[in-house]
């Protein structure tokens, strides 16, 4: 077995440390910090699994502040191509989530973005 040491990427929501990457799947561990969110986006190829590791996380489906689900610990929610989603944290706590995901990393396709990026 290979050892490999973790990579960790800062955002501006937060970080994630990628686990492993392979010719078939990406393993990520994504911190979201407390009151912040991702960018709304879909993928046109990528396809991930989601698990809620600590905290509660918050899935928006589209722009609509109010179009959401949330998630506990221990709860999992899958994401397919062309699926709108948005993820974030409440603001009383970081949220913890395990990222599966396939290879394509660079696709993401955002619709908006709380900090400009495009």
């Given at each position: 077995m290979d050892i490999q040491k973790?990579?960790?990427?800062?955002?501006?929501w937060g970080?994630?440390?990628?686990?492993?990457q392979t010719n078939n799947y990406v393993m990520k561990r994504i911190t979201i910090t407390r009151g912040k969110r991702m960018s709304l986006q879909y993928h046109e190829?990528?396809?991930?699994?989601?698990?809620?590791?600590?905290?509660?996380?918050?899935?928006?489906?589209?722009?609509d502040f109010y179009d959401h689900i949330t998630l506990d610990s221990n709860d999992v929610y899958h994401v397919v191509p062309r699926?709108?989603?948005r993820f974030g944290a409440?603001?009383?706590?970081d949220t913890v989530i395990l990222e599966?995901?396939?290879?394509?990393?660079?696709?993401?396709?955002?619709?908006?973005?709380d900090f400009n990026r495009t």
């Amino acid at each position: 077995m290979d050892i490999q040491k973790v990579e960790r990427v800062d955002k501006p929501w937060g970080h994630e440390e990628i686990l492993i990457q392979t010719n078939n799947y990406v393993m990520k561990r994504i911190t979201i910090t407390r009151g912040k969110r991702m960018s709304l986006q879909y993928h046109e190829q990528k396809e991930e699994t989601i698990y809620v590791i600590s905290g509660t996380l918050i899935v928006w489906k589209s722009e609509d502040f109010y179009d959401h689900i949330t998630l506990d610990s221990n709860d999992v929610y899958h994401v397919v191509p062309r699926q709108v989603h948005r993820f974030g944290a409440p603001d009383h706590n970081d949220t913890v989530i395990l990222e599966c995901s396939t290879t394509q990393l660079t696709d993401v396709v955002r619709l908006a973005d709380d900090f400009n990026r495009t």
